[in-house]
């Protein structure tokens, strides 16, 4: 995904409040005591959305890439998560890719899912993921993500398997968010028409 450098240019997207390093890993402790893991019955395959979620942010996001693609070549102005989201389209659409190859449906579902249990329940790690997401803006780095997941374990050690998946999922999880910018892109290019068009208006009157 791209460098927390280049997301710290970004815009706040979440509404978890941002933590320091300390509080994170209390959190990661409590979240850890919270997440209680459910037994899946036998035979019980569950829904496996997050390849259907991941294909709906992807299109979402070339779509809003394309509108400021036009935007740029008819000479319009272009916000600076706009042209962030210009920058760094082509990585994230790799990174996509890789989820779909790493992160396939047969191993999500085997990934241990939280309380309660139902069709679209959550898996753990992306519970985890959610968290250190919401708590860092986004903004991560080697240090939160490992004392965020050191601090969670020295509770409740994650299984090898959540271990594997843990890179993909927080790969996921970023996905969405950049996804949530595209969102809020496309609603100030709204503004910016409707604004444009009043002025117009105005100026024919």
């Known amino acids: 995904m791209p460098s927390p450098s280049n997301l710290s240019d970004l815009p706040s997207l979440t509404s978890g409040e941002l933590l320091d390093l ?7 402790r409590s979240l850890a005591h919270d997440c209680r893991v459910v037994a899946k019955p036998a035979g019980w395959r569950g829904s496996v959305v997050h390849l259907r979620r991941l294909d709906q942010q992807a299109r979402l996001l070339a779509a809003v890439y394309r509108e400021i693609a036009d935007d740029v070549h008819r000479g319009e102005p272009v916000s600076p998560s706009g042209e962030w989201l210009l920058d760094n389209f082509h990585l994230i659409t790799n990174e996509v890719l890789s989820i779909r190859t790493d992160l396939p449906r ?8 939280v309380a309660p249990l139902g069709p679209a329940s ?17 903004r991560l780095d080697p240090d939160r993500l490992q ?5 969670f374990q020295s509770v409740s050690p994650l299984t090898m398997g959540e271990l594997w998946a ?15 910018l595209a ?4 609603r100030v290019r709204e503004d910016w028409a409707r604004a444009d068009l009043c002025i117009a208006e105005f100026n024919t009157n």
């Not at 047969?106 to 899912?113: H, N, T």
């Not at 959550?122 to 986004?138: K, M, N, P, Y």
């Not at 843990?166 to 949530?180: E, I, M, Q």
């Open 166 to 180: 843990w890179p993909s999922v927080l790969k996921l999880t970023l996905v969405g968010y950049v996804a949530g």
């Open 22 to 28: 300390a509080r994170l890993q209390a959190h990661a």
């Open 106 to 113: 047969r191993y999500y579902r085997q990934l241990p899912r």
């Open 147 to 151: 004392g965020f997941v050191r601090a």
């Open 183 to 186: 969102e809020r892109i496309r």
């Open 122 to 138: 959550q898996t753990r790690v992306e519970t985890l993921a959610a968290a250190i997401v919401a708590h860092s803006d986004g």
